[in-house]
């Protein structure tokens, strides 16, 4: 048996106690999309082409088909998979909620970004 693999969800209000509070949602596994379920990328690296990698030398390609240069990767910390909500199990109201905050904190990510690089602009 394994524990029940479940995505938070904050601040979700509840009616009846009249509190934000936080619930679980019903998680599956997926395979990590950043590194493909490698645990680890080189991909911070950015792509090379085939002309940079000629300046490199042989050595380097070497190390670098090898992996050496590979870090664990961030989105799954080298778990290689990464729970995202089952949206089959879910309760479809909480779903909703939940994709409305994802949605929010895209928005106001995307508006923070605006703000710095208008700021960074004019100063
Ligand atoms: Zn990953």
């Known amino acids: 048996m394994s524990a029940v693999t479940t995505v938070e969800f904050l601040d979700h209000w509840n009616e009846e106690t009249e509190r934000y509070e936080t619930v679980h949602?019903?998680?599956?596994?997926?395979?990590?999309?950043?590194?493909?379920?490698?645990?680890?990328?080189?991909?911070?690296?950015g792509a090379f082409t085939r002309d940079e990698?000629?300046?490199?030398?042989?050595?380097?390609?070497?190390?670098?088909?090898?992996g050496n240069f590979d870090r664990p990767c961030e989105r799954c910390?080298?778990?290689?998979?990464i729970a995202v909500v089952d949206e089959e199990l879910c309760d479809p109201a909480l779903l909703q909620e939940y994709k409305k905050m994802k949605d929010d904190e895209a928005e106001s990510r995307m508006a923070e970004a605006a703000e710095r690089a208008y700021f960074s602009r004019i100063g």
């Open 77 to 81: 910390a080298g778990n290689r998979v």
């Open 25 to 45: 949602l019903p998680a599956k596994y997926e395979v990590c999309p950043d590194c493909k379920g490698e645990g680890k990328s080189s991909a911070y690296l």
């Open 53 to 66: 990698l000629d300046e490199m030398g042989d050595e380097f390609i070497d190390d670098y088909r090898a």
